[in-house]
């Protein structure tokens, strides 16, 4: 079986995991505790904290622990706009591409605090303008929150453009950058603040990690311990915070090699279906698109039959984001990129991960892809 969903969510390297087990044996302490084991697991804690600020370009106070991506966007966008309240900013700007995660938390906003929310349109191929960005943003604005590439169609936003927009009007940024990390690099971001989370990057699912630069005034949606300089209480995942400073680390070395050599497998698979399937039609920017991301719609068939018939045939993939699975909406992020529901309704994603494929792979899995189509629109 061929898995290419890596996407929704990667393996666990080895070496994640080999760091990772004495936290969870004999390193077993609590960081909040002030003996032998729980000083233990501090240095530990701290540590992986240095070592995920370092690789997006903050610092080791600016890092917050969270239980994945979600958590992370819902902190940023509520926890920011939250503490932005009380000086009279009530207004947030997003995209209508977004994660669930950053839609359903400004939702959560206008609903519960009468913050008013903006969607900076995209074009085809959802792509965010400097020009859409300045439009969008008001004098009350508390924030501007964009994912760096996104999820499904795996176009990558022109982050320096965007940021200064953010910058030159004093309002703050935060990026998602949960798909782009081990892809792309972040420390030159320059954005206020940035999520990732581990099981795209090869720790253990139930990890991820907000940076919110220090003087950006956030409030927290959990409260208790006052853990993570109160800023997400409970007691932390030291174990998953190790290997998610591993496997960052790990995606660091690896990237510019591994973005040279997965793009280009995908890039000829690309070719190959767009050739083979004269329906065909890639999503998104056919440039600046994650490497290991291919999307594509096939008018008159159903995405959810050609993804049975693919994996029938041995190949495990998806028609878009893991956390919209099973719905019968059309995506979201196609239809803001102008695509009509029906042809939306016909889309696959395959992303592809970080081992080694064979060199005829791109034109074999062409065929096997042409092939499941045909079998589809035959039935």
């Not at 530990?44 to 994945?68: P, W, Y």
Request: aromatic letters at 4%; hydrophobic letters at 45%; one cysteine or more.
């Amino acid at each position: 079986m061929l898995y290419l969903d890596h996407a929704a969510s990667a393996p666990v390297r080895p070496e994640v995991l080999d760091a990772m087990r004495p936290y969870l044996t004999g390193v077993f302490g609590n960081p909040s505790s002030h003996h032998t084991y729980g000083e233990a697991a501090a240095s530990a804690l701290d540590d992986a904290r240095s070592r995920v600020a370092r690789a997006l370009g903050m610092r080791s106070g600016d890092v917050v622990f969270t239980g994945g991506g979600t958590e992370a966007n819902n902190l940023a966008v509520k926890g920011i706009v939250l503490a932005a309240l009380a000086d009279g900013r009530r207004h947030l700007v997003v995209s209508p591409i977004e994660h669930e995660s950053i839609l359903e938390s400004a939702d959560y906003l206008r609903r519960f605090h009468d913050v008013e929310v903006t969607a900076a349109p995209v074009d085809p191929q959802g792509r965010i303008s400097a020009v859409s960005l300045h439009e969008a943003i008001r004098d009350d604005t508390a924030l501007v929150a964009l994912g760096h590439a996104n999820n499904e169609i795996g176009t990558i936003q022109d982050m320096a453009a965007l940021t200064e927009v953010s910058r030159s009007a004093r309002v703050p940024l935060h990026v998602d950058a949960v798909q782009s990390a081990g892809w792309l690099p972040l420390a030159e971001l320059g954005a206020d603040a940035i999520a990732i989370a581990g099981h795209k990057l090869g720790a253990p699912k139930g990890i991820g990690a907000l940076a919110v630069r220090g003087r950006l005034a956030l409030e927290p949606l959990l409260h208790g311990g006052g853990q993570e300089r109160g800023r997400r209480s409970g007691t932390e995942n030291v174990a998953g915070a190790v290997g998610l400073a591993v496997a960052l680390d790990l995606a660091e070395a690896e990237r510019e090699a591994l973005s040279s050599r997965i793009g280009a497998t995908t890039q000829r698979f690309i070719a190959a279906v767009l050739s083979l399937v004269p329906q065909s039609a890639l999503t998104g920017d056919p440039i600046r698109r994650l490497p290991a991301t291919a999307s594509f719609t096939f008018t008159g068939v159903s995405g959810e039959a050609v993804l049975l018939e693919l994996e029938r045939r041995g190949v495990v993939s998806s028609s878009g984001s893991a956390c919209a699975a099973g719905s019968d909406e059309p995506s979201h992020v196609l239809l803001a990129s102008g695509v009509e529901p029906s042809v939306a309704q016909t889309s696959v994603r395959f992303t592809f991960g970080r081992d080694p494929l064979p060199e005829d792979l791109p034109d074999r899995l062409g065929n096997l892809v042409a092939e499941s189509v045909r079998a589809v629109a035959g039935h």
